[in-house]
């Protein structure tokens, strides 16, 4: 569903270390954590990040912190989902979560 949705609203060249990978990694996250658990939602992302290095990993393990802290936000509450995603968009464009440009990991409003 993340992947569906980062299709949706981001060019193509940006589904790879760009804001289209940032929303992806947040909304994957915020949605475990609502729709799973913290626990769960944590050790899963962590693992998926095992074989990641340098700053890719650093920008997907901070993009996938911020979507568990959007997610338990919304726990528990009315469409929930969707509000995380429209969260997850806002954390896009206010530069709250991670991309890499020319190398180097900058704010995603960068």
Do not use: P
């Amino acid at each position: 569903m993340a992947l569906h949705y980062a299709n949706k609203y981001y060019a193509q060249k940006t589904l790879y270390q760009g804001t289209g990978d940032a929303f992806r990694h947040c909304l994957w996250n915020a949605l475990m954590e609502i729709y799973i658990d913290h626990e769960t939602a944590y050790e899963v992302a962590t693992r998926h990040e095992s074989e990641s290095r340098g700053v890719d990993k650093t920008m997907d393990l901070n993009n996938n912190k911020k979507g568990r802290e959007i997610g338990r936000y919304y726990k528990g509450k009315y469409k929930a989902g969707a509000s995380a995603r429209s969260s997850c968009r806002s954390a896009v464009s206010s530069g709250k979560l991670w991309i890499i440009k020319s190398g180097k990991l900058v704010r995603s409003n960068a």
